[in-house]
C-alpha cells in the first residue's frame, strides 16, 4: 500500500469502511423493499391519510428507490482503493499476475459462496412451487458464464441473485487494470481519466445500444475512484467541491426517475468522486486536528461494522430476501413495512456476518500470506 500516516490512514480506512456500510445496506434496504412491500403507490391508494408509525416509516423509505446509488459508490471506492494501493509498483507480468492472483483470491471464494446460497435458495422456493419473478437461471453453463465474468455479454445473473452482475464488471476491471496502469503512467491523471471517459462513450454505441454490458461502460466511474488516489492529500480551500457534488447527486436522482440509466450512473460517480475527495481530505495537512479529537458516532461505528461485511452483504442479501418472502409471505407482498423489512433484514445481515467469518476472513488471512 502507498506509504500514510497511522492517524490519517486509520481516519481513511474508518469512512470508507462506513460509507461500504451504508452502500451495501442502501443496496439491500432497496431489493428488501421491492421484493416484499406492495409498494408506495398501492400503499399511498389505501392509506392516503393514515398517520400511524407504520404509515411514517413507509413514506420515509420513499428514498429507497434510489437505492442503486450503491453501485457506482462501490465502483468509485473501488477504482480509489486498488490504485491507491497499485500504483507504485512497477507494471509488467510478474507484477500484474500477483495482482490478478491476489484479486482472485479475494474475490472468488465469497463469490462461489453467494452462488451457493442462490442455488440453495431458488431450489427451495421451486420444490415447494412458489411463483416469483425473481427466480432465474441456475444451471450449470449460466454459473459458468458468471464465474468467467461473462454476465452482461452472454448469460444472466445466476439465479435470483440480480446483484451479481456487477460482480462480473467489477473482476473485469481487475482483468483489465495492469495494462490501465501502463496506459496511465503514459497519459497522466488527467487524460487517462479523458480516456476512460471516450470508452464509455464508445461502449455505449457499440455494446449498450445492442443490450449488452461490459467494463467499458462503467470503466470511468472506476477510474473516478483511482484519480481521486491521484489528487489525495490536498486540502480543499473551500466548500464548493461539497456543494458540487451534492448538486450532482440530486441531479443523478431526477436522471433515475427519467429512467436515463448511464446518465445516472454517471451523475452519481462524478458526485460521490467529489464528495470522497472531500472528505478524504476536509483535515488533511490541519495541524488543529488532532486523531483522538476525530471521535465517530454511534451511527458511524455501526457502519463501520456493516462495512466489515460489505462484500459478503452485498453478495448474498438477494436470494436469502428471496427466500424469506416465500417462506413468510408465501411470494406475496405486505402493506406493513416493518413485517416486510425487519425478517428479511435481520436474516440478511445474519447470514451475510456468517459468510464473512467462515469464507471472506480465511481469504483475507490468504492474502497475507501471498507476495503483495
Known sequence: MTPMSDASGGRHLARIDAVRGFAALTVALMHIRLVNWVGMREYWTTHRFDLSISSALAYLSFPLIWGYIGVPIFFVISGYVIHRGSKNIEPGLVHGGRFLVRRIVRIYPTFIAAMLITWYCDSLARSNNVSTQWLGDTSALNASRNLAALVGIVGTPFGSNLPLWTLAIEIQFYAVYPLALIAWRWLGPEKMLLATLLLGVAGYL????????????????????????????????????????????????????????????????????????????????????????????????????????SYSL????????????????????????????????????LVSYLVYRCVEVPSIRMLKRLPR
Open 314 to 349: 452485498y453478495a448474498v442479501h438477494m436470494p436469502i430476501v428471496v427466500l424469506i418472502n416465500f417462506v413468510l409471505f408465501d411470494g406475496l407482498k405486505k402493506e406493513g413495512i416493518l413485517l416486510a423489512v425487519l425478517p428479511a433484514l435481520a436474516a440478511t445481515l
Open 206 to 309: 457499440l455494446l449498450h445500444r445492442h443490450g449488452l454490458s461490459a467494463f467499458p461502460l462503467y470503466y470511468f466511474s472506476w477510474w473516478l475512484g483511482a484519480y481521486v488516489a491521484d489528487k489525495n492529500g490536498k486540502r480543499p480551500s473551500s466548500r464548493l467541491p461539497l456543494f458540487i457534488s451534492v448538486f450532482l447527486l440530486l441531479l443523478g436522482c431526477g436522471a433515475f426517475l427519467a429512467r436515463f440509466d448511464l446518465a445516472t450512473h454517471n451523475l452519481w460517480s462524478i458526485g460521490f468522486a467529489i464528495l470522497l475527495w472531500y472528505m478524504l481530505n476536509a483535515n488533511a495537512e490541519s495541524p488543529n486536528v488532532r486523531p483522538e479529537q476525530a471521535r465517530s458516532s454511534w451511527v458511524q461505528k455501526a457502519l463501520q461494522k456493516c462495512g466489515d461485511f
